[in-house]
């Protein structure tokens, strides 16, 4: 549904995105994660028209960017960083003008469905300039959605929303997920990202990490297995790492943490090895690492080459 090839783009002699690949089936949510300048919101503006590249191409829901800018436009939903809404006109206005645009069929209906959705249906006869910020958020979100594009674009779509509107944000994100759109989410929050995304793309102006959470905290820690012991037995680790399979083991406390090619085949063998030792067992667990430990590593990294 998006796919893009060494997209690369500069402002000035200084480099926004450069030789940027990924791609976004249907159904399909694709996270950018990265630092402030990073070049997410640049890579939006490239995939949705608003932006020439440099150099590389891609195609959004079948249309060429280079040489169908229109038809790409007209298939892609997109929230800004800045909603952009008319501020002299209403809610309801706002909507309807969009999706009159947009050419939808019964735009009355479809600006009701999202204004209702995004719970703005009480204040659609408010002037959208009067609105506060997480109330403009969510018409803007409502306006990437009601021409029901095969293709989104969101930045930062959860930024400025109360718990509870960001929550309901990525419920309707999931919803989205199912009906089988393309979903670029670029976004500062870990955990979210975590959540909604089947892939993700670590940007720092070119990729420095792409794959499913799951990929990336496997590449970036390993597999880590967590023995409990009863009392600590400070010479099991060592042991440990005489094993074949055992890539590391260290103890502390009553606590061994051991890393290895593939927890699913040697973490049995790990259990029979430790009880043959002697250990004296009492809980083995994965260890946990969250998207948020793989991002910080990966930017210590950056920071240090
Ligand atoms: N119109 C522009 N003119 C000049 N420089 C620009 C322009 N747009 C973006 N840049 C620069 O390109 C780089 C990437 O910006 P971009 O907005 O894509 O980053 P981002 O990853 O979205 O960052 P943030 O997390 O702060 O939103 C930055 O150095 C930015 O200053
Ligand atoms: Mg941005």
């Known amino acids: 549904m998006i796919s893009a090839q060494g997209l690369t783009r500069r402002f000035g002699d200084r480099a926004a995105v450069t030789d940027l690949s990924l791609s976004v089936p249907e159904g399909a949510v694709l996270g950018l994660l ?57 809610v ?93 989410l670029c976004t500062h929050n870990l955990p979210e990202a975590e959540r909604l995304c089947d892939r993700i793309v670590v940007l720092n102006t070119r990729s420095v990490s792409e794959g499913t959470p799951q990929e990336l905290k496997l590449r970036m820690f390993g597999a880590r297995t967590v023995v409990r012991l009863a009392r600590p037995q400070p010479e099991l680790a060592p042991a440990l790492r005489d094993l074949p399979f055992v890539k590391e083991a260290e103890s502390s406390d009553g606590e061994l943490s051991v890393e290895m090619e593939k927890a699913e085949t040697h973490n049995p063998e790990l259990v029979r090895h430790l009880v043959e030792m002697g250990a004296e067992i009492l809980h083995v667990l994965p260890q946990e690492r969250t998207l948020e430990d793989v991002y910080l590593k990966l930017m210590e990294d950056e920071d240090a080459a």
């Open 92 to 184: 309801w206005q706002n909507l309807l003008l969009f999706a009159q645009l947009h050419e939808v069929a019964k735009p009355e209906e479809k600006a009701q469905r999202y204004l209702s959705l995004m719970g703005l249906w009480d204040r659609r006869k408010d002037l959208a300039g009067t609105l506060s910020k997480g109330l403009a958020q969510r018409l803007a979100l409502a306006r990437a959605l009601v021409h029901e594009p095969p293709a989104l674009f969101l930045d930062e779509p959860t930024a400025g929303l109360d718990p509870e509107a960001a929550r309901e944000v990525r419920i309707l994100m999931e919803e989205l997920r199912s009906e089988q759109r393309a979903v670029i």
């Open 34 to 90: 990265g630092p402030n300048g990073a070049g997410k919101t640049t890579t939006v503006r490239l995939l949705t028209c608003l932006l020439s590249p440099d150099a590389g191409s891609a195609l959004v829901a079948g249309h060429d960017i280079a040489t169908d800018p229109q038809a790409v436009r007209r298939s892609v939903g997109l929230l800004t960083e800045s909603p952009g809404l008319y501020k002299r006109l209403s």
